[in-house]
């Protein structure tokens, strides 16, 4: 008998994101992700996913809130993260291929992107976690489009939430209301070729990731 996932997803309008909670310590998360930017030497960091853009004050770079993770703590994450989409897919079939920490000082915010990228441009998800969750600190939101019109689906952020999404819709966070820095992690998921080849053969679309997607590849 087949394993039944239980799983949230919330429609965004014709495509879904799911919601889910790690089961980690949330706030020694916040402390490491916070000091991998004020202290990127103070732990190794062998995963080099995001460049110099902050030290660079490259402000208007995509990548400026950007922060490398201590390998301890990309440790810490990355065993429950692929948990949870081993459960949903099946194991080898989506791969964490980079995890960063995003870094939002008091006033800043991220501006409108999505996790598409040139040089990956094969389908995957995205996931975005919340080790903490500050007053007036700001929700994510994702913006689709309906007959032409921008559709913007706000998320009221839990402490702990992973939300997971396709790599391509297009989401921001508002300005940082707070007076404390806004700590949270992301990443991407890339498709192995047996996951392809399922995708490839489910003409009836019961994968549950056409309910990210919602159009064939």
Known sequence: MEKVV??????????????????????SVTEEVINSRKYPDMHPSSTKHRGKHFEEKDVHHTFYEDTNLYDMTARK???PIQNIVD????????????MWGHIVYPGDQTTIHNHSSPTVPEPGLSFAYY???????????FITQVNGQNC????????GDLLMFSKDIL???????SDEIRATVSGNFVFTGEFLQVLQEDEKKQNPYWYYQGISI
Do not use: A
């Open 77 to 79: 994450l990355l065993r």
């Open 87 to 98: 459960n949903m897919f099946g194991k080898n079939m989506l791969i964490c291929n980079e």
């Open 152 to 159: 913007n689906r706000e998320h009221k952020v839990n402490k």
């Open 131 to 141: 080790p903490h969750v500050l007053e007036k600190g700001g929700n994510i939101h």
């Open 6 to 27: 239980d799983v949230n997803f919330n429609i965004i309008t014709g495509i879904f994101y799911s919601q889910h909670t790690l089961d980690v310590d949330h706030d």
């Open 171 to 177: 989401h921001y966070t508002p300005r940082n209301g």
